[in-house]
C-alpha cells in the first residue's frame, strides 16, 4: 500500500514556511499593548509587551501604579520574558519540520500543541494581570475600598477615571496568522485524507 496519501501537499507546506517566518519575525515586535486614556493624559499612555521586554510609558505607569498600590513593572520579575522567545522559536522550528517531513500526523500533533500553549499563554497573561490589579498595597496613597485594577484581557474596561484598552499588538496578529495558517493546513489535509 501506498504512504503518499499520508503526505502533505505543497500548498500546505508553504502555509507552513510562511507560518514559521511569520512566528521568528514575532519574536522582535510588540505581542500586546494595553492602552490608558484620561483626561490629565490626552495623548494617552501605552504599555507594550514583546516577547522579552516591556516597553512604552513603562515609568509613568509605573508612577501611577505606586499611588493605588499596585507593583511597578520591571521585565526582570517575570520569567515569561527569559523563555517565550524560546518557545516562539521551538514552534517556529516544529513548523519547519512539519513542512521537511510532510507527515500529516506530525501536522496535527503541531496545531494541538500550538492550540494548547495558546489557551496557556493567555491564561498566564490574564494571571498576570489578575495579580496585579488584585494585590495591592494596604498603605497605598490612594485607596478605593473594593477597588480592583486589573486590566482587560482583551477590550475595553473603565479603572476609575482611566480607559484600559487591550489588544494584540504586530506580533500577536503575526502570532494569530501563523495559527491560522498551520489550521488552514489541517483542514486542507483533513479534506484531501477524507476524500482519499
Known amino acids: 500500500m501506498s504512504h503518499k496519501p499520508q503526505k502533505i501537499s505543497g500548498l500546505s507546506r508553504t502555509l507552513l514556511i510562511v507560518s514559521a517566518i511569520l512566528l521568528i519575525a514575532s519574536i522582535f515586535v510588540p505581542l500586546w499593548y494595553i492602552d490608558l486614556d484620561a483626561p490629565q493624559y490626552p495623548e494617552g499612555l501605552r504599555l507594550l509587551i514583546y516577547p522579552n521586554k516591556l516597553a512604552g510609558d513603562v515609568e509613568i505607569i509605573n508612577g501611577l501604579n505606586h499611588y493605588i498600590g499596585m507593583?511597578?513593572?520591571?521585565?526582570?520579575?517575570?520569567?515569561?520574558?527569559?523563555?517565550?522567545?524560546?518557545?516562539?522559536?521551538?514552534?517556529?522550528?516544529?513548523?519547519?519540520?512539519?513542512?521537511f517531513i510532510r507527515s500529516r500526523k506530525f501536522l496535527y500533533f503541531l496545531l494541538g500543541l500550538f492550540i494548547v500553549f495558546g489557551i496557556v499563554a493567555m491564561y498566564d497573561f490574564w494571571r498576570?494581570?489578575?495579580?496585579?490589579?488584585?494585590?495591592?498595597?494596604?498603605?497605598?496613597a490612594i485607596i478605593v475600598p473594593g477597588m480592583a485594577y486589573q486590566p482587560p484581557l482583551i477590550g475595553f474596561k473603565q479603572l476609575l477615571n482611566f480607559g484600559a484598552y487591550s489588544f494584540p499588538d504586530i506580533?500577536?496578529?503575526?502570532?494569530?496568522?501563523?495559527?491560522?495558517?498551520?489550521?488552514?493546513?489541517?483542514?486542507?489535509?483533513?479534506?484531501?485524507?477524507?476524500?482519499?
Request: hydrophobic share 55%; net charge negative; glycine share 8%.
Open 171 to 196: 506580533g500577536g496578529w503575526m502570532f494569530i496568522g501563523a495559527g491560522m495558517l498551520m489550521l488552514a493546513a489541517v483542514v486542507i489535509e483533513w479534506r484531501k485524507a477524507k476524500k482519499i
Open 71 to 99: 507593583e511597578t513593572l520591571h521585565a526582570e520579575n517575570f520569567i515569561e520574558f527569559t523563555i517565550l522567545p524560546y518557545i516562539i522559536g521551538f514552534f517556529a522550528l516544529m513548523a519547519l519540520i512539519a513542512a
Open 128 to 140: 498576570w494581570e489578575y495579580n496585579y490589579g488584585h494585590n495591592l498595597d494596604p498603605n497605598a
